[in-house]
């Protein structure tokens, strides 16, 4: 509701002030003071600062952003002049009352609020700020005189947010970087709440043509107007708008209704888009594509992404102004592979690739102590590429290398960020193929970074999979002792599929066995996964080796596992893999969970279950 609420627009704010103030004052039918009530908590929690105010200065209204923006108790009742803050304008300083006198001038449709964008105004507590000031005027039937809407919307964290790439410098909406990163939220807690989920592209049929015929600016202008109607909507419609590229945009319902509702949307977006040309007196003419993705229709909540492009391609073939459901398909991921050999190139400076992370579990505090980085890669138009297909990619063109360098400097960089910040040291395992440890640089590059970042070279783990660890062993062991000898840790991973002979074991310089995942997920039904695991356990404890889990997917799974002496978990059941901010929200809980002496709390998406739950 808050980030919604945050697209809300002021127009609209205004409206909803002057219904619920109508309302407040005739509490006549039960039903609109239900609505008012509503309408005022709404309100109450907007990130935007609102007030209604007399012009003998009595406050009509002020929601709790404007009481803390001003530093006024929300029970005061009149504002004396000070109160407000002074206005950066033209030049000049001018205090509030002085800039209202001065430079407001009312709309000629009174439902419209003058918009001042990017004021700088003066404030008691937060010095000087950067905000979108919206005032409005509106008629009290009881006092019988205008009242003065004042709406403040902060922009400090929105300029903060296009400076680091997060939003679209024209629109200010979050873009494809943003999206991406929400939406992955989204699948990392789809699983806990199930419900249903959509995602929507839209798409302005020809905009290209549109913006030569118009000229920039207007076309500028368009794009906005696009954005004003779409953001409207937001806050019947209930989903999150991103600007994708410059006529794309998508739509996140993080709970949607049924396909019928979705397409319902759809057909109200594609109106409002045509109808701006009457609206704006726009010379152009506007029509709307759409693709919209839906679980279950269109598959899994990890495929949307994908679907909603596709079905906006879809779309597309039928001509223009189409809406298309992108329906689930059994024939999974048909890349055109030279395509995406070619993109891939392009991934690290594209800022495509980007690290997720996933806890990994002490089986018997049940504390995040470990995360493993796990690449993803989100192409511009496909969306996610699963790592089962890029990293062969990259391991055939060998930009395997050049991500591999990526991965090192991400992950260390990150290590020693959470240092500063005071999070408990955590270890966390990278993924390399024997091709990278094998280059010539893998290994000095390595080193050169944990000194970089003055990362202690045993918070770092190397995963490498049994089977290639066993392909060249002579060679291998040489490697491997190399690479221990920067100080870092080494995990097997997948083990159990290789053909590990028990003396290559004993000499291999790991420190972790990692059990490969298959055996996990038919430990409960199958005895001989049980006594498979159950040994493998046996023989890295006798070798001095920790044990890791993957892929636990429930609570009695991870009660099975800790039984047989497993020491640390990780799986879905715990947390999916995640973006750094979210791995830092897990470990923040932990730390609190510490300071707090592991007092009783509730379980949140995401969370790490404690002991007494399982
Ligand atoms: P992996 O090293 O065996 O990584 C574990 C995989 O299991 C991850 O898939 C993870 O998301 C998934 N997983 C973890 N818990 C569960 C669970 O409870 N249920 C299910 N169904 N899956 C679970 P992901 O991220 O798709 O990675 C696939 C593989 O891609 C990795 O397998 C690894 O071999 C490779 N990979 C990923 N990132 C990198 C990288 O940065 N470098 C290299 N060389 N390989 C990478
Ligand atoms: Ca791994
Ligand atoms: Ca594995």
Redesign the pocket.
């Known amino acids: 509701m808050h980030q919604l609420l945050l697209y809300a627009l002021p127009i609209l704010s205004l409206v909803i002030i002057a219904i619920a103030y109508v309302v407040k004052q005739h509490r006549t039918k039960a039903h609109l003071v239900d609505t008012s009530q509503r309408l005022f908590s709404l309100l109450s929690i907007s990130q935007d600062a609102m007030m209604l105010l007399d012009s003998d200065n009595t406050i009509h209204y002020m929601n709790d952003a404007m009481s803390h923006l001003l530093h006024v108790n929300d029970t005061r009742k009149i504002l004396i002049d000070s109160d407000m803050p002074n206005i950066h304008y033209k030049g000049q300083l001018k205090r509030f009352k002085d800039f209202i006198k001065e430079e407001y001038v009312p709309m000629q449709d009174p439902k419209e609020l003058s918009y001042y964008p990017q004021a700088q105004i003066e404030t008691r507590r937060q010095g000087k700020i950067t905000v979108d000031l919206y005032l409005g005027k509106t008629y009290s039937p009881e006092k019988r005189s205008e009242q003065l809407v004042i709406v403040i919307r902060d922009l400090r964290e929105t300029l903060r947010q296009i400076a680091s790439g997060e939003r679209d410098p024209l629109t200010h909406l979050p873009n494809r970087t943003k999206a991406y990163q929400d939406y992955q939220i989204l699948c990392s807690k789809h699983h806990l709440k199930q419900g249903k989920v959509a995602l929507m592209t839209i798409s302005i049929d020809d905009f290209l043509i549109t913006q030569s015929l118009l000229g920039h600016e207007q076309a500028d202008k368009t794009i906005l107007a696009v954005t004003h109607a779409i953001k409207q909507l937001s806050l019947l419609h209930t989903f999150h708008i991103y600007h994708l590229t410059y006529a794309n945009f998508l739509l996140i319902f993080p709970e949607a209704q049924s396909t019928e509702d979705l397409f319902q949307t759809a057909q109200i977006i594609q109106n409002t888009i045509s109808r701006l040309y009457e609206e704006h007196k726009s010379a152009a003419y506007l029509t709307a594509s759409i693709g919209i993705a839906t679980t279950p229709e269109s598959g899994a909540v990890t495929d949307l992404f994908n679907k909603a492009h596709e079905a906006l391609i879809d779309a597309r073939k039928y001509g223009i102004g189409n809406a298309h459901l992108g329906k689930e398909t059994k024939v999974n991921h048909s890349f055109d592979e030279s395509a995406l050999q070619h993109d891939i190139q392009y991934s690290i400076e594209r800022k495509e690739l980007v690290i997720?992370y996933?806890p990994i579990i002490d089986a018997r505090t049940r504390k995040v102590t470990a995360a493993?980085?796990?690449?993803r890669w989100m192409h511009p138009e496909l969306g996610l590429i699963?790592?089962?297909i890029f990293?062969p990619l990259m391991e055939k063109t060998g930009f395997?290398i050049e991500?591999?360098r990526f991965?090192i400097q991400e992950v260390i960089h990150q290590q020693a960020k959470w240092k500063v910040f005071g999070f408990e040291a955590i270890t966390v395992s990278?993924?390399?193929?024997m091709r990278?440890i094998e280059h010539p640089e893998y290994i000095s590059y390595l080193a050169e970074q944990l000194k970089e970042h003055k990362v202690r070279p045993n918070s770092i783990k190397v995963?490498i999979?049994e089977s290639l660890a066993m392909s060249n062993a002579e060679k291998m062991f040489s490697t491997l002792a190399r690479l221990r000898g920067t100080g870092v840790t080494l995990s097997l991973?997948?083990f159990g599929t290789g053909y590990t002979s028990f003396s290559y074991l004993t000499n291999i310089p790991a420190n972790t066995l990692k059990i490969d995942?298959s055996f996990i997920d038919n430990l409960l039904e199958d005895e001989k996964s049980q006594q498979v695991v159950h040994a493998i356990i046996e023989v890295g404890h006798a070798l001095d080796m920790d044990i890791v889990a993957?892929?636990?997917?429930t609570v009695k799974v991870a009660q099975l596992l800790t039984e047989f002496g497993c020491d640390y978990l990780?799986?879905?059941?715990f947390s999916?893999?995640v973006p750094v901010f979210e791995m830092q929200g897990q470990l923040r809980q932990r730390r609190s969970l510490n300071e707090e002496h592991e007092t009783s709390r509730k379980g949140t998406p995401g969370d790490i279950l404690p002991l007494h739950n399982l």
């Open positions: 997720y996933q493993e980085a796990l690449m699963p790592p089962f990293i395997i991500a591999g991965l990278l993924n390399a193929s990278e995963e999979t991973d997948d995942k993957e892929g636990v997917e990780q799986g879905y059941y999916k893999p």
